[in-house]
């Protein structure tokens, strides 16, 4: 990479270097996939996979979800927009087997978690507004 | 906004195809996916309408190969050309590195052609993106029709609306036999890792 560039991930309107990957791969794996969620994604808004972890049992497309689940929510933002809402905090796929949630960590970032049904909905949302603490200064 | 990681080695880019409703970006996408079926790990994904009308996107991801030490995935997209489709659109220009208006050559469709190319300008726009900056290549699309006597505007003409001030590589094509639809992508492939290899050596 050139000299400027060095450790960096660039072109994004966001900067992150390989510590903060690592920093973010570890809070996926030990606050996320550890507590029982299946596979974990971090994109950006443009749907771009930042990162990601899961538990080996998960073959899904993550590309084309990435893609769809960033188009999704930047439609329910702008719906919440149309109707005077700041945000609509919640957004929550429930399926048979498996469930999809979303949450916003930051302007940049989404944060994806594929969960089977062994998982409450309270324990998720507290496992991952953990794990959102622990990423959301990155940008 | 390509995304380069360093740790994986990965770089994800952003193509859109954009134009007039039923200009052919959907057909273009579909003879990609058709063409290299073998290289193409995932399905194409199409939000659409019944009737076949692009709702929200169509979207493949293509994954070049290396480049430069690095893993290469372009990710196409298209937006829905109709007009009253425009929020959705916007949202599927976010983040976009290259872009491919297919224009069509139906004489009757020259206005829309126009209107669609300022609607693509004012869109980047607010993005604080210019149109005269992003990597873009023009497809004059549906020449074939030529030949079953459907009056076509001449490259010409088309050259003169669309592109006097861009001056943008641009190609006649066929999406429907697919004639110069996969030299448009490899130009539009170029362009776009052209724009990002000062970063990438
Ligand atoms: N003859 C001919 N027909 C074409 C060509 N390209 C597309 N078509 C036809 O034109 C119609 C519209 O094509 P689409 O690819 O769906 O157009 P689109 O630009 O995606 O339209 P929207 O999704 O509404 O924006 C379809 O019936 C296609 O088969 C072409 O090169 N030649
Ligand atoms: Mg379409």
């Known amino acids: 990479m050139g000299s400027n560039y060095d450790d960096h991930v660039v072109f994004t309107d966001y900067t992150l270097n390989q510590e903060e990957l690592d920093h973010i791969e570890n809070v996926l794996r030990e606050y996320l996939v550890k507590s029982g969620i299946r596979s974990v994604l971090l994109i950006d808004m443009a749907g771009n996979i930042v990162a990601k972890c899961d538990d080996g049992t998960c073959e899904h497309d993550l590309y084309s979800l990435a893609a769809l689940a960033s188009a999704n929510f930047a439609a329910v933002d702008t719906m919440a927009k149309i109707v005077g809402e700041n945000e609509f905090s919640l957004l929550f796929h429930k399926g048979e087997k498996e469930s999809i949630h979303f949450s916003r960590v930051n302007n940049e970032f989404l944060l994806i978690s594929i969960v089977g049904k062994e998982l409450s909905l309270g324990l998720l949302r507290l496992k991952i507004g953990e794990a959102v603490e622990k990423i959301k200064h990155l940008r | ?201």
């Open chain 2, 1 to 201: 906004m390509a995304f380069v990681n360093m740790r994986t080695k990965e770089v994800q880019a952003k193509v859109v195809y954009y134009g007039p409703g039923r200009g052919g970006k959907t057909t273009n996408l579909e003879y990609i996916y058709k063409k290299f079926r073998d290289r193409i790990k995932s399905d194409m994904v199409s939000i659409k309408t019944h009737g076949d009308r692009t709702l929200f996107f169509d979207f493949l991801p293509f994954d070049i190969g290396k480049i430069m030490g690095y893993d290469v995935k372009i990710q196409l997209y298209t937006v829905p050309g109709q007009v009253k489709y425009d929020a959705t659109r916007r949202l599927v220009l976010k983040g976009v590195d290259g872009m491919v208006f297919v224009a069509d050559s139906q004489e009757e469709q020259r206005k829309k052609n126009i209107l669609s190319l300022k609607n693509l300008q004012e869109n980047l726009a607010t993005y604080k993106k210019s149109i005269f900056k992003i990597p873009l290549v023009l497809q004059y699309n549906k020449r074939d029709l030529e030949a079953q006597g459907i009056p076509l505007l001449s490259l010409e003409t088309m050259e003169k609306d669309l592109n006097s001030q861009l001056k943008v590589p641009f190609f006649p094509a066929s999406a429907a036999t697919g004639d110069n639809v996969v030299a448009t992508m490899k130009k539009i492939i170029s362009l776009t890792m052209t724009s990002l290899q000062s970063v990438l050596k």
